[in-house]
């Protein structure tokens, strides 16, 4: 079982930058591929970043892509999401996801576990 744990969240102006933080639970946290996903009101969960268990590889999705940075701290139990140049079309909860696999993938149903997540609102 691993739990996981959204962190950083809030209220930001356009353009500004938040860091999100995902604490995990469990002693084989680097073996697991993660992903943060967001969701809007009344829109589908869509898939922002993910990261390899080692942290070696990554990927975006096209909207967040060059604006956002996944990284993860494997001594820690710990994977971030650096957002910066925020957008009102931003806002949403902010949800964290572990694959047992060990990489990441875009879509919600390669993941096994899943954090209760962490608002982000982004004002214009």
């Known amino acids: 079982q691993v739990q996981l744990v959204e962190s950083g969240g809030g209220l930001v102006q356009a353009g500004g930058s938040l860091r999100l933080f995902c604490a995990a639970s469990?002693?084989?946290?680097?073996?697991?591929?993660m992903g943060w996903f967001r969701q809007a009101p009344g829109k589908e969960r869509e898939f922002v970043a993910g990261?390899?268990?080692?942290?070696?590889?990554?990927y975006y999705g096209g909207s967040v892509k060059g604006r956002f940075t996944i990284s993860r701290d494997n001594a820690k139990n710990t994977v971030f999401l650096q957002m910066n140049s925020l957008k009102p079309e931003d806002t949403a909860i902010y949800y964290c996801?572990?694959?047992?696999?060990?990489?990441?993938?875009?879509?919600?149903?390669?993941?096994?576990?899943w954090g209760q997540g962490t608002q982000v609102t982004v004002s214009s």
């Open positions: 996801a572990a694959a047992l696999t060990g990489y990441y993938n875009s879509h919600p149903g390669e993941y096994d576990y």
């Open positions: 990261i390899s268990g080692s942290g070696g590889s990554t």
């Open positions: 469990g002693r084989t946290f680097s073996r697991y591929g």
